[in-house]
């Protein structure tokens, strides 16, 4: 098994994204196509020149690291419910939705999940909307909803600013998904993994998956261990460039382009003898968005692959699927 770097010439660029943020003519139309380059091959990109402070990722890698080391009863108060916020412990969820490799074994890491922040008298709340809940904040720590909200906010915004350009990189005008994406649906998720020096078979710190939104925001890990695997089936990690963005193309992407920017699978071995953080921001359409082929990427000799999928459809679906919590429990 090769561990190549993919980059910064390999098979997943190293790109500034500066310019075309900033609207330079020219500059948007160039990046999106080296992201339906990169899309159409192994779905990873890193992002440079995106703007974000620093200080963001690392508050919110300071709060991931103050939160997983509270005692597991503290942590468990705050344990999932039907919904997937709050705190899911090691061994909750087993990934069973992969295409290649059979996983019995749990995933060796914990988790936190928050989404959008909601007051308890929000409207979306009030009306029990589908999928829509409250954040479960730790009372001890009000640094830790600081800084993961301060850090969940830049990321909305930076995602919402490269929607167009995915857009574009789709063939389609820069505003064409702006609707799907009006209340995207968010997830931040914290990530610890325990370390896992000698390999097991069949045991990863995330089994391999493709994520199953629209596109996936990786802030840098201060420790190895994302490894994506190329159709050739071998197994590639990201330039890890302190400061950039790891980016991925998730399974939302992958329906609206009829499957020519497919989602990759990718997988986490915490090799290292110490924990891995992981901040993983996911960008998703709307619960109420409706997903079809866009018309730039179906023709007479490709048609549409894809019936329309109403986004919330497909959560409920998954959300029986990966989670051992859920499995015990009616659909
Ligand atoms: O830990 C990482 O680097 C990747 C995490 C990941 O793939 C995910 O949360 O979907
Ligand atoms: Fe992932």
Redesign the pocket.
């Known amino acids: 098994m090769s561990q190549n770097a993919g980059g910064p010439d390999g098979r997943i660029p190293v790109l500034d994204i500066a310019p075309a943020l900033a609207g330079q003519p020219g500059a948007r139309q160039a990046l999106a196509e080296r992201i339906a380059r990169s899309a159409e091959d192994t779905g990873f990109l890193v992002l440079a020149g995106h703007g974000i402070d620093p200080a963001l990722p690392a508050g919110c890698f300071a709060a991931a690291a103050a939160f997983f080391a509270l005692p597991e009863e503290v942590k468990l108060a705050l344990k999932v419910g039907e919904l997937n916020i709050g705190y899911l412990p090691t061994g909750a969820q087993v990934i069973r939705t992969s295409k290649i490799a059979e996983v019995k074994q749990p995933n060796l890491n914990e988790s936190f999940y928050i989404v959008r922040d909601r007051a308890p008298d929000d409207p979306d709340i009030l009306a029990k909307k589908p999928f829509v809940g409250l954040n479960r904040w730790p009372e001890s720590m009000p640094e830790f909803r600081r800084a993961t909200m301060a850090y969940f906010t830049a990321m909305e915004a930076l995602a919402q600013r490269m929607l167009p350009i995915f857009t574009l990189a789709l063939g389609m005008p820069e505003d064409y998904l702006e609707g799907d994406f009006a209340d995207p649906t968010c997830t931040l998720?914290l990530?610890r993994?325990q370390p896992q020096p000698e390999a097991e078979e069949g045991r990863f710190?995330?089994a391999p998956?493709i994520?199953t939104n629209f596109i996936?925001f990786?802030a840098q890990?201060a420790l190895p261990?994302?490894e994506v695997r190329t159709r050739e089936g071998e197994w590639l990690r990201p330039p890890a460039i302190p400061g950039t963005f790891v980016v991925n193309t998730a399974e939302m992407l992958g329906r609206y382009s009829n499957d020519r920017f497919a989602p990759t699978p990718?997988r986490?071995l915490n090799a290292n003898n110490e924990m891995?953080y992981?901040i993983?921001f996911f960008f998703g359409p709307n619960n109420d968005a409706v997903i079809r082929p866009v018309p730039s990427c179906v023709s007479a000799e490709s048609p549409a692959r894809y019936e329309p999928l109403r986004y919330e459809d497909h959560r409920r679906k998954l959300n029986v699927t990966n989670f051992a919590h859920r499995q015990a429990q009616p659909a």
């Open positions: 998720r990530i993994y710190g995330f998956h994520d996936t990786l890990s261990g994302l990718h986490v891995r992981a993983p």
